[in-house]
């Protein structure tokens, strides 16, 4: 009964082997089909919802690679979808990702200025871009932040030099062939040291270039005053133990006296800054101290619970609509570690507005008071009410979540 049906058994296998091979070599062939171009620079994506503005050619290295992106109601540049499109990785899926394909970071908003996106994104690939720098500040100022990233070589001087050696550089006006000077009134640092004198009108931190002016005497002294509202940087420092405070941020911190200042403590600040109506990048940077480009929008580029200290002198007042304003300073809670401090320095506004408005919502985020001293400012009037803040607030060092 046996050797009956050996023969049908061994033709059922051999059936269902053959079967098998064949779906392994019918799904070889899908996947190669059509994740062939993973690997090259401008991989086929479906995700984007914009259609393009102009069309390149897809050969070579300077087209979009996105032959089929759908219909929508806006055109957008192709240099801009080529970036923005979701990409497929080369080696597929990615636990850390938890998917196959990788998005680029771009701001929200820039969708929302295609006239001025297209602007930016029109260059030639592989070539120099354009010397665009005033209308791509405004650009990210606008909400398109972080801008996308392109694929051009930005302006640059021609006779650009070596910076000044540390410690030299710390006090000493950088070459003018550190920058480019198209954005700017002034076209020479001269100009913008004596800009004070000579110019008429508001400009941001307009005697900030002058190293040997008010710049010299910031955050210098070593002389404490009980109720002053200017506090030195050995007061607050001497509020931990010594050594605790090495690494931190200074928001809107001008040219980066703060971090010079701090750095001749052996402490590492990173000066966030914009460049409005003047170099302060380029300036920050050429002194030897580290400057990040961003506004006051965008998210702090630190993980959780890792900075020893952030300080703000005057960027953070009034000015910033208060849910903004909110977001932002739980924001610098969160990147300050358990004990860190925030340093808030001559934070402005009127009266009735610190009552009502700032004076809660600074003591909604959690700090701890160490510091808490409210001075009137005069110079305009007292009549007009206004007021400074400076306060240094502590992150609980326990149960601080």
Not at 202 to 223: H, M, N, P, V, Y
Not at 354 to 360: A, E, G, I, S, T
């Amino acid at each position: 009964m046996d050797s009956t049906h050996e023969p049908k058994s061994l033709s059922t296998n051999l059936f269902y082997l053959f079967l098998l091979l064949s779906t392994n070599l019918l799904t070889l062939f899908l996947s190669s089909t059509f994740y062939s171009s993973s690997c090259s620079l401008n991989p086929i994506s479906t995700t984007t919802t914009f259609t393009k503005s102009s069309s390149r050619s897809t050969n070579g290295f300077d087209g979009t690679g996105n032959p089929d992106t759908p219909q929508a109601a806006i055109d957008l540049p192709s240099e801009f979808l080529a970036f923005s499109s979701g990409q497929v990785l080369p080696l597929g899926f990615n636990a850390n990702f938890n998917s196959d394909t990788f998005h680029p970071s771009v701001g929200q908003a820039c969708t929302r200025f295609p006239d001025e996106l297209s602007r930016f994104m029109t260059y030639k690939v592989n070539g120099s871009c354009p010397d665009d720098e005033l209308s791509a500040q405004k650009l990210l100022l606008k909400g398109c932040e972080p801008l996308p990233r392109r694929r051009c070589r930005p302006a640059a001087q021609p006779d650009y030099v070596e910076p000044y050696p540390l410690p030299t550089s710390l006090w000493t006006t950088p070459p003018n062939s550190s920058v480019v000077w198209t954005a700017y009134t002034c076209k020479d640092y001269t100009c913008l040291i004596n800009r004070k004198k000579t110019q008429k009108g508001f400009d941001d931190c307009k005697d900030c270039f002058d190293l040997q002016g008010r710049e010299s005497k910031r955050w210098a002294s070593r002389q404490i005053i009980e109720g002053s509202l200017d506090f030195t940087i050995d007061e607050v420092l001497a509020a931990k133990n010594p050594g605790t405070i090495r690494i931190g941020l200074d928001i809107g911190g001008g040219v980066a006296t703060f971090a010079v200042r701090m750095r001749e403590r052996n402490i590492s600040i990173v000066t966030t800054s914009m460049n409005l109506n003047g170099p302060f990048n380029n300036f920050i940077a050429s002194r030897g101290v580290v400057p990040l480009y961003i506004s006051i929008s965008q998210r702090l580029p630190f993980f959780d619970n890792t900075l020893d200290i952030v300080h703000s002198m005057h960027v953070l007042s009034n000015w910033i609509p208060s849910t903004l304003l909110h977001f932002l300073m739980f924001d610098i809670y969160r990147v300050l570690r358990p004990g860190g401090l925030f340093w808030l320095d001559h934070f402005f506004c009127v009266e009735d507005q610190f009552l009502d408005v700032y004076k809660p919502l600074i003591e909604s985020i959690g700090f701890i008071k160490l510091k808490w001293v409210v001075g009137k400012k005069l110079d305009r009037g007292a009549e007009l009410r206004e007021m400074y803040l400076s306060a240094l607030l502590e992150k609980p060092l326990k149960n601080s979540w």
